[in-house]
């Protein structure tokens, strides 16, 4: 058996032959190329980058004091990092960036209704403008910007940054300030009421000579007061979850149900007892002045018991509020690029001659092939049998 071994100087000479074709070809591409490099527009990327700051949120002041809950309901499978990427692709953001450079003018968008208009930018802003992106490794955040100018490209980056720094500064941390304003009302309407309690008392033992009050009475009166100073912090705490949670969220449920088992054992405590109020231990056993002054004991001491309860939590949230920390580290600050980022000419240029080369070459082969398969008698008579074979006309 002969081995068929393809002849170089075979090769070769299809190429001389078909040089024109070649060379001809590669010089209409590389025109075209040279041309679409020179006239398609320039664009410019810059970025800037930053890093989440770690901090404390203010809101641990009450979930893990002031609310007593587990702070796994206050945890998120969302990352700082995820945090700033969704509130930078957001649509308030996206739309502030895009009112703020006037870029429906500079797209060119010509609908007649402004939301058309709003949403054709937002969608040229995240597909062509902008692209953030997160280092998995670091933590970072990279914002880049390429457009047709390069200080435009530079402001917008610079912007993005701008802004995210501004959003948490007043959304982030005025949720401390929120916090202190709720609490020093609390606090305010606590010392009132003690002062008048504290005065009450005060008189009622000048008027009625009263020293000291059995043991067991006392004993009793402390155990409700408790059950009442719990009842008490519970509601505030239920207030503060509905002014800042939704209402269907875990810790809502889960301090109604708190106050449902503390209402329950006060009425419990009450009806135990003969005749008993709210605040007022009306046993038969007890004298009718002994049972004012501890109903007076009682009620100052429940407030008392709030005050302390308060406080701590009042002095950790104003010390929040203070707290004037960047929420950000910004990392790069963008600059002007110093090298267009597209077109790459000379990478098109190159790229657009290898391939016509490569491609007029294949072409001169199959041209010189289907030459070959016209000029054999012997094959020229079979491509005339498959016509005959394939007509339609008898």
Request: aromatic letters at 12%.
């Given at each position: 058996m002969e081995n068929k071994q393809i002849d170089i100087l075979?090769?070769?000479l299809v190429i001389a032959k078909h040089k024109k074709i070649i060379i001809l070809g590669t010089l209409f591409v590389s025109i075209i190329a040279i041309i679409y490099s020179l006239v398609c527009p320039i664009t410019w990327t810059s970025s800037s980058s930053f890093l989440p700051v770690s901090e404390s949120s203010s809101n641990s002041v009450f979930g893990s004091s002031l609310l007593g809950l587990s702070s796994s309901f206050l945890d998120s499978?969302?990352?700082?990092?995820?945090?700033?990427?969704?509130?930078?692709?957001?649509?308030?953001?996206?739309?502030?960036?895009?009112?703020?450079?006037?870029l429906i003018n500079k797209f060119k968008l010509e609908y007649p209704d402004t939301l058309t208009q709003m949403y054709y930018a937002i969608r040229s802003l995240k597909e062509n403008v902008v692209e953030i992106s997160i280092d998995n490794s670091t933590g970072m955040i990279l914002v880049s910007v390429e457009t047709d100018d390069k200080n435009l490209s530079t402001e917008i980056a610079n912007y993005y940054v701008q802004q995210i720094d501004n959003y948490n500064r007043t959304t982030r941390i005025t949720k401390g300030k929120e916090q202190r304003q709720f609490l020093e009302k609390r606090i305010h309407e606590v010392e009132a009421k003690i002062e008048i309690l504290a005065n009450a008392l005060k008189e009622y033992q000048e008027e009625n000579n009263i020293l000291s009050l059995d043991k067991q009475t006392s004993a009793l009166i402390q155990s409700y007061s408790s059950l009442v100073s719990d009842k008490l912090a519970v509601d505030i705490q239920n207030e503060y979850l509905e002014n800042?949670?939704?209402?269907?969220?875990?810790?809502?449920?889960?301090?109604?149900?708190?106050?449902?088992?503390?209402?329950?054992?006060?009425?419990?405590?009450e009806n135990s007892m003969l005749d008993g109020s709210k605040y007022v231990l009306s046993l038969s056993s007890i004298p009718e002045l002994s049972l004012n002054y501890q109903d007076l004991i009682l009620r100052l001491g429940i407030q008392k018991k709030v005050y302390e309860y308060l406080y701590p939590q009042y002095e950790a949230a104003k010390i929040s509020e203070v707290k004037d920390l960047s929420?950000?580290?910004?990392?790069?600050?963008?600059?002007?690029?110093?090298q267009r980022t597209k077109p790459r000419r000379a990478k098109i240029c190159i790229i657009s001659f290898i391939i016509s080369i490569i491609f007029f070459t294949v072409l001169s082969f199959i041209i010189e092939k289907v030459e070959l398969i016209f000029n054999d008698k012997h094959k020229k008579e079979k491509l005339n049998e498959i016509k005959r074979n394939f007509s339609f006309k008898s």
């Open positions: 075979d090769l070769v499978n969302e990352t700082e990092s995820d945090y700033y990427l969704n509130i930078m692709y957001s649509r308030t953001f996206s739309e502030d960036i895009i009112r703020n450079f006037d800042f949670y939704p209402t269907n969220s875990p810790m809502i449920e889960n301090i109604k149900q708190k106050k449902a088992i503390l209402e329950k054992k006060i009425l419990d405590f929420t950000i580290e910004i990392v790069d600050v963008a600059v002007n690029a110093g």
